[in-house]
């Protein structure tokens, strides 16, 4: 893609008339359509202007050869700040999210160790499940909706911090998948002998609490782990993830509704 494709698209990204880039360039309307018509060039302090306002780097408007095969007319631009903050959000989000399912699972504490006093009992219950709807409350107003729009388009990168979020990612997956797979075990352990004492095949005891423990911990560690994954994964392998028959279905149902 050339230096006035770009220019282009990321103006019409930034939702900025040609009339409106020229005022914040400094130029005149007939520079700003020359320069996307491949026939001007800008000099070196309004390449640094438009790398400002499109907040891009001036090797990513200027490179063709590595950055030609990630662009494409329905990519969106990610600069290096949207990332960061969208992964930042999504690992507070999950955060709270899994807190708020980890403490339904405590919910069963109390229940299984307050026997004397049915009052507390019901007390401790109603606590834990009430301290897990603020946090999954907390979770969902955390979420912004500035970043909706990177699980929704295809995605395209400076080719270099591409390269920089792939190795951090593949740095951390294995923390990840190491931690995906003790929460798995303690999660379906845990399920497990939920359901067997339920069926009476064991009776109820003061273990249980431990049980009640492993699956809060099981429960709210796979949702952080896989919630930063998927986060990583979506912006790393975003081909793939926007060439899924899922995102497709998504996005055929957003045009039918913005058609309506």
């Keep these: 893609m050339k230096l006035g494709e770009k220019i282009y698209k990321l103006r019409k990204e930034k939702g900025l008339s040609q009339e409106a880039l020229a005022e914040l360039v400094g130029t005149t309307r007939q520079a700003i359509s020359k320069w996307e018509n491949d026939q001007g060039y800008p000099e070196t302090e309004k390449l640094l202007m438009l790398s400002n306002i499109f907040e891009v780097t001036v090797d990513f408007l200027l490179k063709d050869e590595k950055t030609e095969s990630s662009l494409d007319d329905t990519g969106y631009y990610v600069n290096k700040e ?3 903050g969208y992964i930042a959000n999504e690992k507070k989000t999950v955060k709270f999210f899994g ?3 980890a403490f339904f699972a405590l919910a069963g504490i109390p229940y299984i160790a307050i026997q004397t ?3 507390w009992k019901i007390s401790g219950v109603s606590v ?3 301290v897990g709807i603020i946090f ?5 107003f955390t979420a912004k909706d500035e970043y909706k729009i990177l699980r929704k388009e295809s995605l395209i990168f400076d080719y270099e911090f591409l390269k920089e979020l792939t190795a951090e990612y593949h740095s951390k ?3 990840y998948i190491a931690v995906l797979g003790i929460c798995t075990v303690l999660f379906i352990s845990g399920i497990l002998s939920l359901a067997i004492t339920v069926r009476n095949i064991i009776p109820w005891t003061d273990y249980h609490v431990l049980i009640f423990m492993g699956l809060a911990v ?6 952080c782990s896989a919630g930063a994954m998927e986060t990583y994964e979506i912006l790393v ?9 899922w995102f497709k279905i998504k996005r055929r149902i957003r045009s039918q509704m913005d058609t309506m």
Excluded: F
């Excluded at 099981?218 to 949702?223: A, D, F, K």
């Design 82 to 84: 949207t990332a960061l």
């Design 99 to 101: 807190i708020g399912c």
């Design 117 to 119: 006093v049915p009052a």
């Design 128 to 130: 834990c499940v009430l």
């Design 136 to 140: 999954v409350v907390i979770a969902v």
């Design 173 to 175: 997956k294995k923390k």
């Design 218 to 223: 099981g429960v709210c560690g796979l949702i």
């Design 237 to 245: 392998r975003n081909e793939e993830y926007s060439n899924g028959l």
